[in-house]
């Protein structure tokens, strides 16, 4: 498991754990609470691809998961 959110972002949503892991050759991805500019924030730093499972943030509302990020992830 790799814990890729290590900014502070000064609100709670943005400040939860984003983790990124593999388990049989499957990529998962779980944004927790994070919203667009974590997204954003971290496919800049780890140019994720391919990601199989991606649990989207803050339970799917309109302020998590760009349309750029979803894209992007694939």
Do not use: C, P, Q
């Not at 400040?15 to 050759?25: A, H, K, M």
């Not at 997204?39 to 943030?57: R, S, T, W």
């Amino acid at each position: 498991m790799y814990f890729l959110n290590s900014k502070d972002y000064g609100n709670e949503n943005d400040n939860s754990s984003v983790i990124y892991t593999e388990l049989n050759n499957h990529k998962f991805l779980f944004m927790r609470d994070a919203g667009v500019e974590v997204e954003e924030d971290i496919f800049e730093k780890y140019n994720l691809k391919d990601i199989d499972v991606l649990k989207v943030g803050h339970h799917g509302s309109w302020t998590s998961s760009g349309n750029n990020f979803i894209k992007e992830i694939n």
